[in-house]
């Protein structure tokens, strides 16, 4: 059953950067197409971007567009999201799963990011 443990998060001043990872594990990374999400506190959880399994293919939500960049190392079996310029408005848990909705496995735990103002 595959997993995925994300880190890198943590409190931060607006405009500062943080680096987030997804470890996965249980099945080929390579065979899924990738994707951050996150959820405020009271909202739902909410795409961020994603990448396709070999990296050719890259999508973002229009509010993190020139900010945020997610890239992903398949020998290592992890997906990166490189976020600079933060705002507070970026404050949330983000989570990591597969694009498509039908290819989902079970949620991580998140890890939380906290933008100051």
């Known amino acids: 059953q595959v997993q995925v443990v994300e880190s890198g998060g943590g409190l931060v001043q607006a405009g500062g950067s943080l680096r987030l990872s997804c470890a996965f594990s249980?099945?080929?990374?390579?065979?899924?197409?990738m994707a951050w999400f996150r959820q405020a506190p009271g909202k739902e959880r909410k795409f961020v971007a994603s990448i396709s399994w070999s990296g050719s293919s890259i999508s973002y939500t229009d509010s993190v567009k020139g900010r945020f960049t997610i890239s992903r190392d398949n020998e290592k079996s992890t997906m990166y999201l490189q976020m600079n310029s933060l705002k507070p408005e970026d404050t949330a848990v983000y989570y990591c799963?597969?694009?498509?909705?039908?290819?989902?496995?079970?949620w991580g735990q998140g890890t939380q990011v906290t933008v100051s103002s």
């Open positions: 249980g099945r080929p990374f390579s065979s899924y197409d």
């Open positions: 799963n597969a694009r498509i909705t039908t290819a989902r496995f079970p």
